[in-house]
């Protein structure tokens, strides 16, 4: 045997190496959804009558998280400073485990190990969190870290309460209000087994049904490419609840058809963005936010999707009616779709992706009936649609034990960053309470506000766009649903109301420069930039800068109110929204002038006003209706006499 085969050379090392983590990746992947869906399952406990407190389980997950975010991070090659980060996760989780009770029992001591401990699983959480979500979240906790322990020393509403280093370490690190506390528990019991179907969806065929079912039914109309782009991101995202996500499953397909047909690549990606971002407001599954915001106001989860509904309708009427209008301005027809098979044929060979979600949604809205938690009806729909998926399969493919594992399997992955930002998020809500900076900050907002609701509105919601910039949606929705929700419940507006108005704000972030992940996402993929593309997606999202004061002042968009009441502010707010489209557009019955879009504009604003804003405002809204009637009824009979005289003889 020659000398060189004997010492293996640095490129049989590398290979080494890369074979170890990706082994190492799927054991921790696999271990963690094991974990979960054996807890969710309750089988410990059924099975081999082994009893665990939440939060051991809670910190099992933790470490195997974060274990798997140091060696998951392909940004740089791993060194022994990663592997030995995962060792130190792996273990310090496992003693924290192991020891729960005995160390939670001794906090209140302040030992000193407890401290040691602590401050160590901080530091891994804020060094992973760094990692897969970049340094903005981080950042906005070191900075709370650090008033909390100046503002002792400032006056008035600025001043928090002041904690030693000690208790707030031991506090962040093991108490049920810090790092494992309710909000880890969403994301790792709640979102991964809604991730697992999400998952399994998509790679079982969902993906391709539900654009299937978009072409099919919305491809021979005028602007076919885009409606199918609207219809097929509100059907993937009802599962998905991720913008980026939605935006490389749907849009890699929609976005060039878009452009083929005759829209801009910037329009075509700006469309498919505000499409993609609304799937985290689409009930039934919506974003993580959702999940964490009925934690929050500790109602069932399917409170929150019923309170979703209208707004998340609104939300895609308005970006329906702009590619209708659009399409109608340019003279853009139905989509060129070889070989489009009709609705009924669609409908015919993929209806069993259907029962998992009617299952899922009726056990939504009915666990009295059902029995089931929303992460068990999770677990029991991916099974249900594992067995049709196996027996029926889609497009003449069927997936095997393998292919299912492996999409199982790949929810540990995608689900890093979500339960990351819950154990960061922990650490935030733990300094924020501990310090009493929230309670602060809402009697400041309080203060700045004088009163008045609207005043604190426009502020809460300058707020929200600020803290967005940078930052995932569930990372901006825990911070203002902490920091900045109970000053709107303090003046008298519903908790739902005032959660569902923050978390509006917060997904602003997506779409809104400089950041808007869904618009560069989307740009990526139509090979334009995403500055501008961003800019276009706030024009044709235009009614999500509105909604939310809209359902605040009026809570019967929220589902609270009559039907009566319910029906009529839907149909007034939708014609509104159509109004205002037709400005953003510049086209209603034919193309606007610079004077026609602002009639448009200020007579939407007088239909969209909430009737309940101030007295006398319903006489508004009567006159706005009005002036619409006319103005319609105005452009109609120009338009006819228009056709009449271009007309041959």
Partial sequence: MSEERIIPDAAEFASAASRATVLWTNVLQSLLVAVVVLWVLDIPRQVFNLSFYTEQMLTVCLGLTLALAFIADTSRPRNWSDWAAVIVSLALCGYIAARYEQLTLATAFLPVDGTIISAILIALIMEASRRTNGWGFVSMIAAMAVYVYISPHLHGDFQTRYVSPERMISYLGLDINGAIGAILHVAVVVVIPFTILGQVLARTGGADFFADVSMSAMGRFRGGAAKIAVVGSALFGMISGSAVSNVLAVGIVTIPTMTKSGFSPYRSAAIEAVGSTGGQLMPPVMGAAAFIMAEFLQVPYGAVCVAAAIPAILYYACLFFHVDLEAAKHKIGAAQIADAANVSEVLKSGWHFIVPIVFLVFALMYPDLTMLTPEKAAIVATGILIVLAMIFGYRGKRLGILDVLKAIMETGRVSLDIILIGAAAGVMVGIMSISGLAFSMTIQLLTLAHGNVFVLLLLI???????????????????????????????????????????????????????????????????????????????????????????????????????????????????????????????????????????????????????????????????????AIVVLALDWTRLRALRKSEAPA
Avoid: Q
């Fill in 461 to 627: 919601a300058a707020l929200a766009f600020v803290l967005g910039i940078g930052l995932p949606t569930v990372s901006v929705y825990i911070l203002t649903a902490t920091l900045l929700a109970p000053a709107l419940v303090k003046l008298g507006v519903t908790p739902m109301a005032a959660h569902m108005f923050v978390m509006y704000n917060g997904i602003l972030s997506m779409i809104t420069p400089p950041v808007a992940f869904a618009a560069y996402a989307a740009a990526n993929i139509a090979r334009t930039d995403g500055w501008n593309t961003g800019w276009i997606a706030c024009v044709v999202g235009w009614s999500t800068f509105i909604l939310p004061f809209l359902f605040v002042l009026t809570p019967s968009l929220l589902m609270d109110g009559s039907w009566i009441e319910i029906v009529l502010n839907f149909s007034r707010v939708t014609f509104g929204i159509w109004l205002g489209t037709t400005a953003a557009v510049g086209f209603a019955l034919a193309r606007l002038n610079v004077t026609g879009r602002l009639i448009y504009g200020a007579i939407s604003l007088t239909v969209v006003l909430p009737p309940e804003a101030f007295p006398g405002a319903i006489y508004i809204n009567a006159a706005g209706l009005t002036a």
